[in-house]
C-alpha cells in the first residue's frame, strides 16, 4: 500500500506542517488554500485544494480514490456528486490554461498520481540576487 505513514500525515507537535507545496509549476499556499502559477490564483474549491496537496506530498506514486477520500476528505465512502473524478476533472479545467491539466494522471491500475517534477518547471522566472 503507497499510503503515507500516520507520522507523516499528523506530525508530532515539534514538526511544522510546510505552507507551500510545489505541484510542478503550481505552487501550492495551505494558508490560502489555493494555487497559484507563476502570480495567477487558481481559485481552487476546498476539495480540489486537498486533492491537489496530497498528490503533490508524493509526486509520481500511484493514489488510490480511496486514500485521497481518507486523507484528503476524511470520507470513508465517496458520495456520488461529489466524486474524487469530479473533482479531478474540475481541477484540470483551471489548469488547463496554463497547459498544466496532463500533470494529474490517472493511473491504469485506478487512483490518480501527480506527473509533475517536484520543483518549479519552465514557468518560475529565474532571479538573481546581486550583492
Known sequence: MNSMSFNALFPDEDTLIPRFREAGDVTLDLFHRDGRVEDRWLGLRPREFALLWRLAAQPGQRITRRQLLADGWRLSFERQADSV?????????????????????????????????PGPGQFRLARTVEA
Open 85 to 117: 473524478a469530479v473533482q479531478v476533472a474540475r481541477l484540470r479545467a483551471k489548469l488547463e490554461p496554463f497547459g498544466l491539466a496532463r500533470m494529474l494522471a490517472s493511473h491504469p491500475e485506478g487512483g490518480y498520481y501527480l506527473d509533475a517534477p
